[in-house]
Each structure stands twice: as structure tokens, then as C-alpha cells.
């Protein structure tokens, strides 16, 4: 198979599961692969993802496997994109899964109104439920975004990518993921540790709770928590669903708002996007830059809930 090959040459293709798979329509594009609707004889309706593996990098491939594995691994979960079977070739690999039409962004983002906060709330608690699910198997996504928060015909949240999941809590793979949604600790910005030095106004001590550049795991030395990294991003999501946008582009030093909201003036946000003073505490400590004040998964979880007016 030519590596140049177009994804709809593949469209009439027959698959060898659930008495023949007939690729139909491309629901979307990857970076490595294409998602398309096919059906079986019955009219029963599946998502496939093919790889094609003629170019790829042996990371790459590698990379595509542990997406495979993770979720072998992950099993049934009513909040998690099922995986029912895996074809693989010579040249390609076809991921066989449950079939859902739109994601969390198309919604966000072609909606003509704000989802209504009943919906967030329990997108929300569905999302957490997928993630504690992952957690509770030792598996860490590290790529929570919208994008990849699939949205069932019945109307429910599906967690699926996992290409970027590892097993450990620290690691130091630092930018890992999709910027808008990395936690502080895991981006590689040196040029902070300078910003920092250069401000005179900054409370390094205060701020960085001993000194530290980094929080570390004191044993190991690594610096990125991947459990943190996934709470925060439900944070970012959190916002995305309410307001339709994000808090910064990135949770560095030289984002404006990140800057302002570290070092001076922590309720930016509130009036940035117009937040409850309820909602503005929980914000405050959900986006907290040192991973062990911030929430765990479940406190997040109880401290959403509990909100009553948002804006």
C-alpha cells in the first residue's frame, strides 16, 4: 500500500467482523489516522479507526499499539469509546470500536447558545467518572480536551485517545499533550524560572512553597504529575463548556492572563469571564501552578457539584 494513499480510497471497504464491515463516511482525520462510520449487514453501526502503517515511525507504531493496549486494558465502561476488535495487516491497522458522531468541541463550538449548566454539571460528572475509572487502573490520559470527549447519540460523554496514556504518576515527559490543556509542571519552559528571577515584586518563596522551581516527587525527582495534569485539564474543560473558550492559551509565563493570575492579581479570570465568587474559589484552586495544592479528582468533582450560580 502506497503511504500517499487517500483515506477515501478506503471508503466501500469491507472489514472481516460482525459479518462484514462496510466503511461508509469519514467522521474525521487524526494525525496518524481516519475515523470512519461503517456498517454490518444488520444496519448496525461501528467506528473505525484505520492506521496506516506504511511511513510510520517505529515510535509511532509503538505509540499506536499502547493506544490499543490501554484500552484492552481499560475494558467496558459506559464513559470510556469501547474498543471491540483490532484487524491488523501488513500495512494497516483497523480499530473497531463504538460509534459516536460528534465531539465535546463541534458542540462547544457550533452550538448557537451556552450548554445549559444541568448538562455541564453532568457532562461534567461523566467525564470524572471516565477518568477515575482510567485512574483507578493506573492508566493516565494526559490528553483530555474537548476534541477528545466524544458525545454518545443518547447523549453521553465517551473519553477516547488514548495514544498519549502512561502508567506512571511521574514521569518527565514534559509537553505531552495538547498546550491549551497542560498543567504548568508539565510544559518545558525554561525561560520561566527567569521571568521569575527578573520580578522583584514576585514572593519566590511564597510562591513556589520552599523555593522549589518545580514541585518534585521528592524520592524521584520527576517533575511532571500526571494525575495533577489530568485534573487540570477537566479544570480548562470546565471552563470550555461554560464560557466556550479557554482561560489562556497556555499555561506559561508568557501567556498575559497565566502571567497575571500567577503573580499578581489571581482573580483575572473572575473578571475576565465574569465568574461567581463562588466558582472564582474553586478556579483558584483548581488551577493552582503547585500540583500538591491542587484538587484531586474526586474534590473537584464535590466541589462543582456544590456550585449553584457559576457567572
Known amino acids: 500500500m502506497d503511504n500517499t494513499l487517500d483515506p477515501e480510497d478506503l471508503l466501500g471497504k469491507k472489514l472481516p467482523y460482525a459479518g462484514g464491515l462496510r466503511l ?5 482525520y487524526g494525525s496518524f489516522a481516519t475515523v470512519y462510520k461503517a456498517k454490518n449487514k444488520e444496519g448496525q453501526v461501528y467506528a473505525v479507526k484505520w492506521l496506516n502503517k506504511i511511513g510510520m515511525s517505529d515510535r509511532d507504531k509503538a505509540l499506536q499499539k499502547d493506544e490499543v493496549m490501554y484500552m484492552k486494558l481499560l475494558g467496558e465502561h459506559k464513559n470510556i469509546i469501547r474498543l471491540y476488535d483490532v484487524i491488523e495487516t501488513s500495512d494497516s491497522l483497523y480499530l473497531i470500536m463504538e460509534c459516536c458522531t460528534t465531539d465535546l468541541y463541534e458542540l462547544i463550538t457550533q452550538s448557537e447558545k451556552a450548554i ?9 460528572n461523566e467525564i470524572c467518572d471516565g477518568v477515575k475509572h482510567c485512574h483507578n487502573n493506573h492508566i493516565y490520559h494526559r490528553d483530555l480536551k ?3 470527549i466524544l458525545i454518545s447519540d443518547d447523549d453521553h460523554c465517551k473519553i477516547s485517545d488514548f495514544g498519549l496514556c502512561c502508567f506512571d504518576e511521574w514521569t518527565n515527559d514534559f509537553n505531552c499533550g495538547s498546550l491549551r490543556y497542560m498543567s504548568p509542571e508539565c510544559i518545558d519552559n525554561e525561560e520561566d524560572d527567569d521571568d521569575y528571577d527578573d520580578d522583584d515584586d514576585f514572593d519566590d518563596d511564597n510562591y513556589y512553597n520552599g523555593g522549589d522551581r518545580k514541585r518534585k516527587n521528592e524520592k524521584t525527582g520527576l517533575e511532571c504529575n500526571s494525575r495533577g495534569s489530568d485534573v487540570w485539564a477537566l479544570g480548562v474543560i470546565l471552563i470550555n463548556m461554560i464560557f466556550g473558550q479557554n482561560p489562556w492559551s497556555s499555561a506559561d509565563m508568557e ?10 492579581d489571581p482573580d483575572v479570570l473572575q473578571r475576565k469571564l465574569g465568574l461567581s465568587d463562588e466558582f472564582n474559589r474553586v478556579v483558584k484552586r483548581m488551577f493552582s501552578k503547585n500540583v500538591f495544592d491542587r484538587y484531586s479528582l474526586d474534590e473537584l468533582r464535590q466541589e462543582v457539584n456544590r456550585i449553584e450560580v457559576f457567572t
Open 24 to 28: 461508509e463516511s469519514i467522521l474525521g
Open 116 to 124: 445549559e449548566i444541568p448538562r455541564v454539571k453532568r457532562y461534567f
Open 146 to 148: 474537548p476534541e477528545n
Open 255 to 264: 501567556n498575559p492572563t497565566f502571567n497575571m493570575f500567577i503573580r499578581k
